[in-house]
C-alpha cells in the first residue's frame, strides 16, 4: 500500500523556536508538495519539489523553508515560528506531472504559542 | 479570482437522497480534475478523477464541462458514512504540476 509518513501528528511550540516537519513517501514518486489547511482557506500551496534538490516557491512561501536531500524525503522548516504559522500542514506525492494522484500523509497539526 | 470555487455548504441531506456538488475553474489550460474526500482531522483522499466523458464509480458519478469550465459530482442514494468534506482540485500541466484546490463543500448525511 502507497504510503507517505509525517514524523509528527501534533507540534506545540513557542514563538521563535525552529520547526522541522518531515515527511518520506516510498513509492518512488518524483514530486512532493507541503500544504497548510486553514479553515475557509482550503489547502494553500506552500513549496513543492520535482526533483532531488530541487524547489519551487508556492503560493505561501514567506516564513518557510524546504530541504530535499534524498528523492523520498521532503522537509518543511519554520526558520521563526509564529503565531500565524499554527495551522494543519500536511504533505503529499505524486508519480508524475501532470496528471498524476495527490497521495497526503496524515497531517501535522503544529501549534506556535 | 480563485482558482477554484465551490460552495462551501454545508449540504444537509437525509439518507437516501440525491446530492450533486459543482465546482468552477478559471484557468481554461486545466488538464485534470480530480474530487477528494476529506473526514474531518484527516487527510484528503482521492475519489474520483474526472474524465472529459464523464465517469461513474458506484453511487457516484462525475461530469466535466470544459465549454463551462465546471465539473460536478452526484451522489446517488446517500449513506451517512458519505458525510465528509469533498474537494475539488485542477492540475495544469504547463504550471510545474501544481494542484488547485477548492476550499470544500460540506456534505451532512442524516439518519
Known amino acids: 500500500d502507497v504510503k507517505v509518513t509525517q514524523s509528527s501528528r501534533y507540534l506545540v511550540k513557542r514563538t521563535g523556536e525552529k520547526v522541522f516537519l518531515e515527511c518520506v513517501q516510498d513509492m518512488d514518486h518524483e514530486n512532493m508538495f507541503w500544504y497548510r489547511q486553514d479553515p475557509g482557506l482550503g489547502l494553500r500551496l506552500i513549496y513543492f519539489?520535482?526533483?532531488?534538490?530541487?524547489?519551487e516557491k508556492g503560493d505561501i512561501p514567506e516564513g518557510y523553508s524546504v530541504s530535499r536531500e534524498k528523492k523520498e524525503r521532503f522537509s518543511l522548516i519554520l526558520e521563526s515560528a509564529s503565531t500565524n504559522q499554527t495551522s494543519m500542514y500536511l504533505c503529499?506525492?505524486?508519480?508524475?506531472?501532470?496528471?498524476?494522484?495527490?497521495?497526503f500523509g496524515e497531517g501535522s497539526r503544529l501549534t506556535v504559542l | 479570482r480563485k482558482e477554484v470555487e465551490q460552495d462551501p455548504g454545508p449540504f444537509n441531506v437525509p439518507e437516501g437522497a440525491t446530492v450533486a456538488f459543482n465546482c468552477t475553474y478559471s484557468?481554461?489550460?486545466?488538464?485534470?480534475f480530480f474530487w477528494y474526500r476529506q473526514d474531518c482531522r484527516k487527510e484528503p483522499k482521492l475519489l474520483m478523477s474526472?474524465?472529459?466523458s464523464g465517469n461513474e464509480d458506484g453511487r457516484f458519478t462525475a461530469q466535466l464541462n470544459r465549454a463551462s469550465q465546471y465539473i460536478s459530482l452526484l451522489i446517488r442514494d446517500s449513506k451517512l458514512s458519505d458525510s465528509a468534506t469533498y474537494l475539488c482540485v485542477v492540475n495544469t500541466f504547463y504550471n510545474f504540476n501544481k494542484f488547485y484546490f477548492g476550499s470544500g463543500t460540506k456534505l451532512n448525511v442524516k439518519p
Open positions: 519539489s520535482y526533483d532531488v534538490k530541487m524547489k
Open positions: 484557468n481554461s489550460a486545466s488538464q485534470s
Open positions: 474526472v474524465y472529459s
Open positions: 503529499a506525492s505524486s508519480p508524475w506531472a501532470g496528471a498524476g494522484e495527490l497521495f
